[in-house]
């Protein structure tokens, strides 16, 4: 059974930093690695996708890198503001296996960020 | 619509009352899931549709738990005699392609 686990579970940095969000898998046959952005009382939002065949996406401040075979993403935000603090969520879709897995994606716990200013 | 809608966003139910939550998914997609999420915890896969078969209900919790899309678009999920550890952030996502669009959810508590 896949497992998905976040590190932190919580961070708080100021206004400016850069920062890292890891995450980890225990399952390497994934068809993709999606990181979410959750805002309180809100529903996921899209940040980044990677395919399994691919190292790394990025969106402006944004870099979401994927290492498959050692079971490890992490979600690079640069220069960050009050803004970006929201839950990120990352989740996993598995690989096509049979036409079981219909592409449920299995989520992390998240970790909450707080940028002050 | 724009996006995925869910209704109610917000219900109290009373321990042993049934619940119904709507999900309208954006017009089109064929695929549609129903996520719940604990608070702090990321969310769990309840049960998946494609059209108005649903493929896969592996995750509900329980026989209480009962989902339908009859016409291949809206879908209602449904509890039935609410327990206090139902008490959850229901989340409804449709997919197309590789991009998946979630609601704002419906956050049920069982007082």
């Known amino acids: 059974k896949q497992e998905v686990t976040q590190i932190p579970a919580a961070l708080s940095v100021p206004e400016g930093e850069n920062l890292v969000l890891n995450c980890s898998f225990t399952d390497s046959a994934i068809y993709n690695l999606q990181w979410f952005r959750q805002d309180p009382g809100k529903g996921l939002t899209s940040l980044l996708l990677i395919q399994s065949s691919q190292r790394e996406q990025t969106s402006g401040r944004l870099n979401a890198s994927l290492d498959k075979s050692s079971g490890r993403s992490t979600l690079y935000i640069a220069a960050s503001q009050p803004g970006d603090s929201a839950t990120y969520l990352c989740?996993?879709?598995?690989?096509?296996?049979?036409?079981?897995?219909?592409?449920?994606?299995?989520f992390g716990q998240g970790t909450i960020l707080t940028v002050h200013p | 619509g724009a996006g995925v809608s869910q209704s109610p966003r917000y219900k109290v139910a009373k321990r042993g009352q049934d619940v119904a939550l709507r999900c309208d998914p954006i017009?089109?997609?064929?695929?549609l899931f129903w996520y719940q999420q604990a608070l702090g915890q990321g969310p769990e896969f309840l049960t998946y549709?494609?059209?108005?078969?649903?493929?896969?209900k592996s995750g509900l919790p329980s026989d209480r738990f009962f989902a339908e899309r009859p016409e291949g678009s809206v879908s209602t999920l449904k509890i039935q005699r609410t327990q206090q550890e139902d008490s959850a952030v229901y989340l409804c996502?449709?997919?197309?392609?590789?991009?998946?669009?979630f609601g704002e959810g419906s956050w049920l508590t069982v007082v």
């Open positions: 549709f494609q059209n108005e078969a649903q493929l896969d």
């Open positions: 996502a449709s997919r197309y392609g590789n991009t998946i669009y």
């Open positions: 989740a996993v879709r598995p690989s096509y296996a049979g036409g079981t897995s219909y592409g449920k994606l299995t």
């Open positions: 017009s089109g997609h064929v695929s």
